[in-house]
């Protein structure tokens, strides 16, 4: 399989697709589109392993947020609202709806904005390692669960998180302020789309009782762990693309069976 790989702007901010289909079919009018949405510092290479596994079934579209992966800096702050708005437009303008978004740490924020903003357009909701835990809202709690974070994960997916740091170090200092006030646990609630919660047993930053209360508090949540820390997606790629598979399954037939009954 081969990439497509675009970038382009959305209100004067850029943005890059990576989009990866089944046999090449990424023009196809597959259903729905899984988009993944980095954390904070990230690109679309945390994602890089779990795509290749969701695209043999799934057109899936890695994104890259203004200012990471080697994209231009935005030169402000931009709102976790601001973001989610950016994803779904950025997708939609290629021709893509009915989507299942999946958002890694600060990711998991943007997606869920998306879903509150557009519930339209998105169908399902992935939040992997989702922060930011309100009894950890410090900047100096989430560094020090960070530095704790490079003792699990190996070597492959440090050296991914080191490079992207720091290409994107302007744009990262910037979103740090948006990424700790933003109140996940607020909008979650809120949400109309079944929300799955997937965490890595080892990982320090999205600890368990805050994710379990993440998926407690959705209206359709639930929660998973798999063995990993924060980048468990990149660490059980084929296990979490199953994941995410069996998920979007179940929720669709447990909607058409609430069409049915209606």
Do not use: K
Not at 96 to 102: I, P, S, T
Not at 169 to 191: C, D, G, I, N
Not at 213 to 220: F, I, P, T, Y
């Amino acid at each position: 399989m081969r990439a497509r790989v675009e970038s382009f702007e959305v209100g004067g901010l850029p943005v890059r697709l990576r989009t990866l289909a089944p046999a090449g079919r990424v023009r196809d009018a597959l259903a729905p589109t899984v988009v993944l949405v980095h954390g904070i510092g990230m690109s679309h290479r945390s994602f890089t392993r779990s795509q290749r596994h969701l695209a043999r079934t799934h057109r899936t579209v890695a994104v890259d947020l203004p200012g990471f992966g080697g994209l231009p800096a935005a030169g402000r702050s931009l709102d976790i609202e601001e973001l989610g708005d950016l994803v779904v437009e950025a997708v939609r303008s290629r021709g893509v709806g009915d989507l299942v978004l999946v958002g890694q740490s600060m990711g998991a924020q943007v997606v869920v904005e998306a879903g509150r903003r557009h519930p339209d357009d998105v169908t399902a909701l992935v939040l992997v390692g989702p922060v930011v835990d309100p009894a950890r809202r410090s900047l100096v709690q989430q560094a020090l669960d960070l530095g704790r974070d490079t003792f699990v994960e190996d070597a492959r997916t440090n050296g991914v998180v080191l490079t992207d740091y720091l290409r994107s170090v302007r744009q990262y200092a910037r979103q740090l302020r948006p990424m700790l006030r933003h109140r996940l646990e607020e909008v979650v609630p809120t949400l109309e789309q079944p929300v799955l919660v997937v965490r890595g047993d080892r990982d320090p930053i999205g600890r368990r009782d805050w994710a379990v209360s993440l998926a407690a508090v959705a209206r359709r949540g639930a929660f998973v762990e798999l063995p990993g820390g924060h980048h468990v997606q990149d660490r059980q790629p084929a296990a979490f693309a199953r994941l995410v598979d069996e998920f979007r399954r179940v929720q669709a037939v447990e909607d058409a069976m609430t069409e049915d009954a209606s």
